[in-house]
Each structure stands twice: as structure tokens, then as C-alpha cells.
């Protein structure tokens, strides 16, 4: 049994993607890999934050470098 989920899921209550976690956590290689299956960069969380901003608020450069060509 195969469980298909989203590239894009959001978590029921914070809003929050895989790609807005890598983000934050300075995870370019998950990033790169989300960004490749097509991960939306523009979804916002709950509280208003894209993946550029959680790596912006974890001064992820490497990772806002990479959001940013994908904008």
C-alpha cells in the first residue's frame, strides 16, 4: 500500500509546508529536492510566512539564494 501525500501538504492548524521546515532548518538538499518535485514557494503559513521567510528568520542564506531563483 502506497500513501500519496502533497508536495505542497500544509499541517491542519499551523499551515506550515515541507518546504517552509527545510527552509528554516538550512536543509538545501530536502529544499532542492522539494523545489524539484515543483513545491510552491509563494504558500504562506498560518502566520503569513513563505519558505523565504523562515529561512530569512534562521539566517539560511545558502537557502533564501536558492528560494529566491525559484521566485
Known amino acids: 500500500m502506497f500513501l500519496v501525500f502533497s ?5 491542519s492548524e499551523t ?8 527552509s528554516g ?9 522539494l523545489l524539484a518535485l ?7 503559513a498560518g502566520n503569513g510566512w ?6 530569512a528568520k534562521f539566517d539560511q542564506q545558502e537557502v533564501i539564494a536558492l528560494l529566491e ?3
Open 7 to 11: 508536495v505542497d501538504y500544509q499541517h
Open 15 to 22: 499551515k506550515v509546508t515541507p518546504l517552509m521546515i527545510a
Open 25 to 33: 532548518r538550512g536543509f538545501v538538499t530536502y529544499v532542492e529536492q
Open 38 to 44: 515543483e513545491a510552491d514557494p509563494h504558500i504562506k
Open 50 to 55: 513563505t519558505a523565504r521567510d523562515w529561512a
Open 69 to 71: 531563483t525559484h521566485m
